[in-house]
């Protein structure tokens, strides 16, 4: 793209704290003066009173202030966002719909640099999370033994719903720090014990700060694939832990990929798929309401809430889903169609990984294996367990898996 003058930069983006105009540098405060309209929140526009242009809150649905705003191109305007319009803001969403050489952008210290600068926290070693028109179940794998985490709110009730959160899985010594109104005249801080926590008269713009304090028999999400059975509720639909993790390196996720998860049954491969990236993506194909509604609760337990579920048999139901990077079929691979559907979706270089514990699907996967060739293999796992007064090995049915790698 070619240079742009700052003159074709018509879209202002000001980044504003609890301190209003006061804290503006003058290049920001000059953007917000020229513009002939000024976009934000009712709280931003009242911090950057007085105003010479015309005002517009955001209307909902948002989208329809972006296209006010597209519209508007080549006249100056002005957005205004808290602090980083960058960091969990407004401007990734309009530098998407604008190019960026027509973008002057003015940020602010986050709400994340405020809250470390106030707690002598380093930012590269704290998890940054946010819970604001988020899903709430999304900090839960960065919930780790000693972590520190920084959470934006959605509102006043969130350090509570947090305390809870921690409490309900062993964590209830974690150290909450809530952080109200930072930057302004409303400013404070508070501790507490989350198993303690009783702070009232929160402001709805607050922070969360965690330092994780995890007992002996906290429910912890572990780092790598193949967690504990127990976590997933099921009705026998599970892959089991070891052929989970095996499953998993199979499918090499990579950073910021689509998996479906056909057959899902309790939702396990596509959960620890999420799991492995906070960017990835997956879809559960599961024709049994039932099990849908409880791939739906193992996800948020686990805390991929965003996992994606479509309720329908296959291969109808694969018709119209946003292109895989992988595929998992755990059951249905000898349903005409599925197997093909799974196959043309996926783009070169993509895998198809599929398990089978039937005689039936193993011929099927014998005939893939001779027409795509990829790899074969047999997975056999015992568990010992109790043998009346003694213990013994209890062998688990074994498990071929096919790996098919799209030319």
Not at 11 to 32: H, K, Q, T, W
Not at 179 to 198: C, K, N, Q, V
Not at 301 to 329: K, M, Q, S
Not at 385 to 396: C, I, L
């Amino acid at each position: 793209m070619p240079d742009i003058s700052s003159d074709a930069r018509w879209l202002s983006i000001v980044g504003i704290g609890e301190d209003g105009r006061a804290g503006l540098s003058p290049a920001a405060a000059a953007a917000l003066d020229r513009a002939e309209l000024v976009v934000g929140g009712a709280r931003h526009l009242a911090l950057a009173a007085p105003i010479r242009g015309e005002t517009m809150t955001w209307p909902s649905p948002i989208t329809d202030g972006y296209t006010t705003i597209e519209a508007r191109r080549g006249r100056p305007t002005c957005v205004l966002a808290t602090g980083d319009p960058f960091h969990y803001g407004v401007g990734a969403e309009l530098a998407r719909r604008i190019p960026a050489g027509e973008i002057a952008a003015f940020p602010q210290p986050s709400a994340f640099s405020l809250a470390a600068a106030r707690l002598g926290w380093s930012l590269p070693e704290v998890s940054c999370v946010s819970l604001h028109g988020r899903s709430f179940e999304r900090i839960v794998p960065v919930l780790q033994p000693g972590a520190r985490v920084l959470a934006l709110s959605w509102d006043e009730t969130t350090p509570a719903r947090l305390a809870a959160l921690l409490a309900e899985r062993g964590m209830g010594a974690s150290e909450i720090v809530v952080l109200d109104a930072m930057g302004g005249p409303r400013e404070r801080i508070r501790r507490t014990r989350a198993d303690a926590f009783a702070l009232d008269g929160i402001d709805p713009l607050n922070t969360v700060a965690i330092t994780v304090g995890a007992g002996p028999d906290a429910r912890v999400v572990t780092l790598v694939p193949g967690r504990d059975d127990a976590w997933y509720d099921n009705d026998g639909q599970l892959t089991k832990a070891e052929i989970r993790a095996v499953t998993l390196a199979a499918l090499a996720p990579r950073a910021g990929g689509l998996l479906w998860d056909v057959g899902a049954g309790s939702g396990s491969v596509g959960i620890e798929w999420m799991l492995a990236h906070p960017a990835n993506r997956a879809i559960a194909v599961e024709a049994r309401a039932e099990r849908a509604a409880r791939i739906a609760e193992n996800a948020k337990r686990l805390g991929v809430p965003d996992l994606r579920i479509v309720t329908g048999p296959a291969p109808d139901a694969l018709a119209g889903l946003p292109a895989p990077d992988a595929v998992f079929i755990g059951g249905g691979a000898t349903v005409p169609g599925v197997v093909e559907a799974a196959f043309t979706a996926l783009p070169a270089g993509g895998r198809l990984v599929i398990n089978a514990v039937t005689l039936e699907t193993e011929v099927r996967l014998a005939a893939l294996h001779a027409a795509h060739g990829g790899t074969m293999r047999r997975l056999a796992v015992s568990r010992l367990e109790p043998v009346g007064t003694m213990h013994g090995w209890r062998a688990a049915m074994p498990v071929t898996q096919w790996i098919g790698i799209k030319p």
